[in-house]
DNA sequence: GATGAATGAGGGTTCATTCAT
DNA sequence: TATGAATGAACCCTCATTCAT
């Protein structure tokens, strides 16, 4: 899954000759992406400061500065990064392939970034119970693509490979499962006395845990 | 469902030759619990400004000072509060009386107190995000009441009443989906097409529908 | 020694029929006093709240400013009761006694001073040690006083009673001498490995070690 | 005497290509501490304001802070430094010399500390007065020494140098007299009618007349 | 007299950002 | 580019004092 960075839109159509700036100003920025992810996950945006930023990502306040505009604009970045991942994740393939292939897959991909990009989800989350105030602007594709998947749903059911219900219902319930063992990892480990960052083999019995309730919940055949 | 307040326990029972000072004290402290509320759900912690609470409770910052401790104190008498609710939401009635009941009043109550209290949800929601720094201290209790619960589900399920699974995990998935509908109402509602807060009747729709398919996912008979 | 406060002034010329009020009122500004006294002396005057205060002196913050005007008039009284103890306890007896006679008692009075006043002895060293902006306009007659004090030693030295020198300069080592254990009470009490308040015996010593200290370093004969 | 500062130790031999840094840095960090000198001199700890020390140094508020960590902290260091300089000060030579001589220079040691640094003496006291509270970690050192120095008096009285007393009162005078000149700076100059900051004519009688004392009070031969 | 409440000024400190070098 | 330094606004909180009851 493509991970893209601010730096991304310097990085594409460069000749051979690369200006030599481009190459270290992009790893930089990288350092800088996951420094900030780290700091914003946990602390929030009003309380990361751009210091925390700096040390984790080995540079001066200064420093930071002349790579990044400021630290709200970092924080949209990485929103946006993260919507940009969710396209991926959280999207449908194609219909003809039924709901048990096209969810099943749409659930083990959730799954998969909620293990492996759990900060990321829950900058997402945050920003998402403040009422979305960032993102807002960025969310009208979102409520298409959503719209579009309600509809794929609906036929679904139409054809009798779903109970029938509400499609968007689902789709939120498919959602909030999934985005728990995200958000919700270290509470997860302390209750089911596991460590916070769990073998493959757990993963595995956790999406086929996570499957085998959303499908039912969901009545897919 | 009690709302309890670092001035609750000096209200009940007096006699009309109150303290005098509990009286408007209380009533003050009120205020101010419900603006800090509104505060920290969008702002967070650390975004949150004294300065903001005072204004939206109608004080100075000094005479809120009067009547806090500290922001941080403020914030955890908050957390405490919404601890002490969750024990009447989430907890379980008689054993005996079987999931259909017992599970299915416990989505009621959670899904009403999403509806009602959305904001103080929402701070707990992102308390755990972050690791729960401020709330650990006080978690142990809650990991005994949800092993408890935890083990009511199993018997159930050795009983037949349920399908056979992990009880833990069918605690986890409960809590994601109703709490879902406090977390993100926002953006719900905007996917939803309806207003942030629904009337009773889509409330009643929406408990209904989570219900059910809570139901069917963890296999309630 | 007569302890003089700020209630003197009031206390004076009542009838027999005293109005009541008198009477507990001085009671309170004497313990306002004491406690006034602790506080000012560990903390110093900018240092010392009126909420300390208060509270040492069992009194709520309201409470203490009807009896007082300010922390800065608490405080000027409270030097200005130490000056008028100064008259006593640093004036001279009858100059025909002698030095050895004047200047022992003299030195006996301001040593029981030291060991049962220290807090305000250190209370007007530190006044002194700010350039004494407070007590300035009060140390006109102290400078008189000293004056005369300084004549008579000159007397004495002319008339060979002790040795030729600077009479200004002994008056001081005086007071340095007998001031540091007032002032340093806890140092030499560390240093000498006592308790902090010495028993009769070891005052005795002290006030005997310090006579001979200074009548030698002066020349009593 | 050398007077350390936090940034005196980044100040020795360096060659031309200072680090670019350390120079005005260490010039600021100095004006700072001057400032910082006067305002604890005058207001003590807790009167100091560091808008005062500011303003005083030319700086802002948060340009101070800059160079600071706190307010606390400047004041401790002020402390340490004090502490340092009176190791240098306040030592012992070789004590075969005898007491005439090492007392004698001890003596004119700390007489010249008292005039050219009369303000950090009196901060030193001032906070002797307050019991200590900051510098207390620090002083086990000082006991030691102290305890060192005595001996070597008891000796010098063993052997019949000094007339037979307290070593440790002995010790205790010469520091009360000679810090009288810097604490009571400015009473000595109002008794004395001389201006506040002598000259060198004055400094030399008054050392002399100092060391005439305390020789004679402590029976050195 | 006493109490709870209010107030206005200021306390020390932090911080995102900018600037000069 | 990178660094030390600066800046201005804000931040949380305290405090002496006053007021209404």
Redesign the interface.
């Known amino acids: 899954m493509a991970r893209t960075t601010a730096v991304d839109t310097a990085e594409d159509a460069e000749g051979p000759a690369t200006r030599g700036r481009s190459r270290k100003y992009a790893q930089v920025l990288g350092v800088i992406n996951q420094a900030a992810i780290e700091v914003f ?7 990361a400061s751009t210091q925390a930023i700096a040390d984790k990502a080995g540079l001066s306040k200064a420093q930071l500065h002349y790579y990044i505009d400021s630290k709200e604009a970092l924080y949209r970045q990485i929103l946006q990064d993260i919507l940009t991942d969710w396209i991926v994740v959280f999207g449908f393939d194609d219909e003809a392939l039924g709901p048990r292939k096209v969810l099943g897959d749409l659930i083990r991909r959730k799954m998969a970034f909620s293990f492996e990009h759990p900060l990321r989800s ?1 900058i997402f ?2 920003e ?6 960032v993102l807002n602007p960025l ?1 009208d594709t979102s ?1 298409q693509r ?2 579009q998947a309600a509809a794929v749903i609906r036929n679904w059911m139409d054809q009798g490979l779903m ?1 029938e ?2 499609p ?3 789709l ?2 498919i ?3 999934t ?2 063992y995200a ?2 990892a ?3 480990a ?3 006395n596991t460590a916070q960052h769990g073998d493959a083999q757990d993963r595995d019995y ?1 999406v086929e ?2 499957t ?3 499908f ?4 897919v055949r």
């Open positions: 996950a946990s602390e929030g945006l009003a309380g829950r989350t945050a998402m119970l403040r009422g979305a105030p969310m409520k959503t719209d109970d219900s509400d968007m219902l689902v939120f319930h959602w909030a499962v985005q728990f958000d919700h270290t509470q997860a302390y209750f089911r956790l845990q996570v085998a309730f959303l039912k919940g969901a009545g």
